[in-house]
């Protein structure tokens, strides 16, 4: 058996009144991709956002049920030391403007005041880049501003930022919503790299999308999971009536 | 065209010219009042006018280095007292903009901003000056220090509030504490803005006189010690400008120019800072 890396148990996540992610059941295993899709509004980033503890972060925002980690409750450790272990890019690229591109790829590091030898820097600058496929286009530019990139390099500048800080589980919000269509194209390559090492959680929109890079798709619909197989199951086999509706088009 | 087309384009024709002409109106003044100063005070703008002390009334020569002096370390202690605390407010505004607090103490700080400077002289006055005993330079920043507050918090608060949340977002999931966001990630991306709103109340108080006439008062010394009362550039053009003496109006003509100076500097650094720390988002 596959090891599970997240696993949830009854998870409800709330604006206020607003009941947002319902009894959500779900596990994630390890060094798999795992797509999440739905129409908009569905909870689906609410549910991203409360692996990370990120959710709480919203005025009014609360959850309940459990979130774990490798069997521990991410709701009984400290967010700071949750987040180290979660890694999460979000839905437009933002890197620090105030930072070169190397100092961006370390930021969790040197912000949180980790001091390092130079050359385990660059080590891990050259690493992070690497894996983030950018190395090439950016290594004899490595001290301009991250913010000179394009949209494309810099949502795999913070991709890089994210993967330095070696987390178990990367969760990706979007991550091509704000990209073009060649852009896109070399992030989702990279996101197959990437599981080789990480586990990644993909929020989308887009079904193509997660029928590409997914080997496990969950289907959100209206705070509910509804579906959750084998993308490959999912998309030519789906058992529920309102997944086969989203993803012939019926609705979106 | 017809008739009513022609009208409509002379009307236009007009309002442009009057927006135009009144906009240039704007800079007559300044101009006016630099040509003016520059006019009267730089023949008495020379180098024992920067290192020596006034001269009794009916000896020649003289200078204005106790009120250089003086204004220096006036104002840079009521700096050192008004930015912390200012940039503090602001940070604290622009991340809490609901609390009761943040409202309070919003209203607080724009009805500080219009509280006139006498009226803030004199209850420092009664605050510090009284209970001592004695003028002091202290007593002048404070009161200046009470001056620039407003204008600190407000500018570090709106320069802060123009931060995207996914920068703040950016930093916290990467799993961040609080105040490492702030001082590492904020601070830095703001910190144009918020330089710019220091340079700008300093250049605002620079000038100041009438909370300094009962807490600094002035000494035709040149004093360094900032518990007894200290000279400073507004209060010496006031007193020499109303004296009957033509020595003393030279004085205080020069010391205009160097105050103007002084302002117009710190506007022109102000401008070149922002320039140079912006942060492209």
């Known amino acids: ?252 | 065209m017809g008739p009513r087309i022609k009208l409509r384009i002379g009307k236009s024709t007009v309002f442009k010219t009057l927006v135009i002409l009144f906009a240039s109106a704007c800079v007559i003044p300044l101009l006016a009042i630099l040509g003016y100063i520059i006019k009267e005070g730089i023949t008495k703008i020379n180098w024992s006018f920067f290192v020596n002390v006034p001269k009794p009334v009916g000896e020649a020569g003289g200078g204005i280095a106790n009120a250089l002096v003086g204004s220096f370390i006036i104002v840079g202690v009521a700096a050192i007292m008004a930015i912390p605390v200012g940039i503090l407010s602001g940070i604290y505004l622009s991340e809490n903009k609901t609390s009761k607090l943040a409202y309070w103490s919003r209203l607080s700080v724009d009805i500080l901003q219009g509280v006139p400077s006498i009226v803030i002289g004199i209850v420092v006055y009664f605050w510090i000056v009284k209970p001592i005993g004695s003028f002091s330079a202290i007593s002048g920043s404070v009161a200046l220090a009470i001056m620039m507050l407003p204008i600190i918090v407000r500018s570090t608060e709106e320069t802060l509030k123009l931060l995207p949340d996914t920068l703040k977002e950016a930093a916290l999931a990467l799993g961040m504490p609080y105040h490492r966001m702030i001082l590492k990630v904020i601070l830095p991306c703001g910190i144009g803005g918020i330089l710019s709103g220091v340079m700008l109340s300093v250049a605002r108080i620079a000038g100041e006189t009438a909370p300094l006439l009962f807490t600094a008062f002035g000494n035709p010394y040149l004093s360094t010690n900032i518990t007894k009362p200290m000279h400073s550039l507004p209060l010496l053009i006031f007193n020499y400008a109303t004296s009957p003496y033509d020595d003393w109006h030279n004085l205080a003509w020069g010391a205009s120019l160097i105050l103007l100076l002084w302002v117009l500097l710190l506007n022109i650094i102000t401008k070149l800072t922002t320039r140079k720390w912006n942060i492209q988002l």
Not at chain 1, 27 to 56: D, Q, W, Y
Request: net charge neutral; with cysteine.
């Open chain 1, 1 to 252: 058996m596959e090891h599970t890396i997240v696993r949830t148990e009854k998870f409800n996540a709330y604006f206020g009144a607003n009941h947002v992610v319902k009894d959500v059941n779900i596990s994630i295993p390890k060094n798999n991709v795992v797509a999440v899709m739905g129409p908009s509004g569905c909870g689906k980033t609410t549910f991203l956002r409360c692996i990370n503890r990120m959710h709480e972060l919203i005025a009014g925002a609360t959850c309940e049920g459990e979130m774990l980690l490798n069997n521990e409750d991410v709701y009984d450790m400290h967010p700071i030391f949750v987040r180290l272990k979660i890694g999460m890019v979000f839905q437009r690229p933002n890197p620090f403007p105030n930072l070169s591109i190397y100092d961006n790829v370390i930021a969790g590091y040197k912000l949180n005041g980790i001091k390092m030898a130079k050359a385990e820097k660059d080590k891990i600058v050259e690493n992070s880049l690497s894996r983030a496929a950018l190395w090439n286009e950016v290594k004899d530019s490595l001290h301009k501003k991250g913010t000179f990139l394009s949209g494309g390099q810099q949502q795999r500048l913070c991709i890089a930022r994210a993967i330095a800080m070696e987390p178990e589980v990367l969760l990706l919000d979007e991550p091509t919503s704000a990209l073009d269509p060649i852009s896109t194209a070399s992030v989702e390559e990279l996101l197959f790299e990437l599981k080789k090492n990480y586990t990644l959680i993909i929020v989308t929109h887009n079904m193509q999308q997660a029928a590409r890079v997914s080997d496990r798709t969950a289907f959100f619909y209206l705070g509910e999971l509804v579906e959750y197989d084998d993308t490959k199951q999912m998309f030519t086999n789906p058992k529920d009536t309102r997944t086969q509706n989203y993803i012939t088009g019926r609705f979106s």
